[in-house]
């Protein structure tokens, strides 16, 4: 059965970049990497997906290596609005959906 | 803009009582889910849908049933409510299963 490792928490400070990374082992071959914003009260938001290499939208950017044994999702100068938890989204090899236990960002002034 | 709703935002019911939550999308998707998300534990998917009238167990159904006679609309249902179904949950909808569109949520208290 796959499953999914991420950092229960980290902290930054405006204007750095932060990297949270989701290991997952077993994925499905050939099945896109997702990952998710939630603020309080709110249901998640997808922010970014990939299959392999480098993925870059407005928001954010997401490296996967070529095993696909994890993935490293990664936001720009952070600002006060991107704490938020952050949860990585992948299906196994029998292709079980499988979120992450999410990862909370604290962004400090 | 992409629109999932879901009935209630704060539900309390009784242990026993049968409990339905409604959940509609407007993007006429393929593909529904309900998930619980418990503090500590994440997103659990309870069951999903891929089209009408069809349905799968995810990893915690017991408990929970669904319908989805429309394609718009896929209702869980907890045939008696005990309170360890007491959480928050969550539709969500979507044309591919990797990228989901969820609803604000309902928290349900059974008590």
């Known amino acids: 059965l796959a499953k999914t490792t991420q950092p229960i928490s980290m902290d930054s400070y405006e204007g750095q970049e932060v990297n949270i990374t989701c290991s997952h082992n077993?994925?499905?071959?050939?099945?896109?990497i997702t990952w998710y914003q939630q603020f309080p009260s709110q249901g998640p938001r997808f922010i970014i997906q990939?299959?392999?290499t480098k993925v870059t939208n407005e928001v954010a950017s997401l490296f996967i290596p070529a095993d696909r044994k994890s993935s490293t999702l990664s936001l720009p100068r952070v600002s006060l609005s991107d704490t938020a938890v952050y949860y990585c989204?992948?299906?196994?090899?029998?292709?079980?959906?499988?979120f992450g236990s999410g990862t909370r960002l604290l962004v400090r002034p | 803009d992409v629109k999932v709703t879901q009935s209630s935002r704060y539900l309390v019911k009784r242990t026993g009582e049968k409990v339905f939550l409604e959940c509609v999308q407007d993007?006429?998707?393929?593909?529904m889910f309900w998930y619980r998300q418990d503090p500590g534990l994440g997103l659990r998917l309870i069951y999903f849908?891929?089209?009408?009238?069809?349905?799968e167990k995810g990893d915690i159904p017991e408990g929970y049933s669904v319908s989805r006679e429309k394609k718009e609309r896929f209702s869980l249902i907890l045939e008696s409510a005990s309170t360890n179904q007491t959480s928050m949950y969550l539709c969500?909808?979507?044309?591919?299963?990797?990228?989901?569109?969820f609803g604000p949520g309902t928290r349900l208290t059974v008590t």
């Open positions: 969500a909808s979507s044309e591919r299963t990797y990228e989901q569109y």
């Open positions: 849908s891929y089209d009408v009238k069809m349905k």
């Open positions: 990939g299959y392999k």
């Open positions: 989204l992948v299906h196994d090899s029998s292709y079980k959906l499988i």
């Open positions: 077993n994925i499905a071959t050939n099945d896109y």
């Open positions: 993007m006429d998707h393929e593909n």
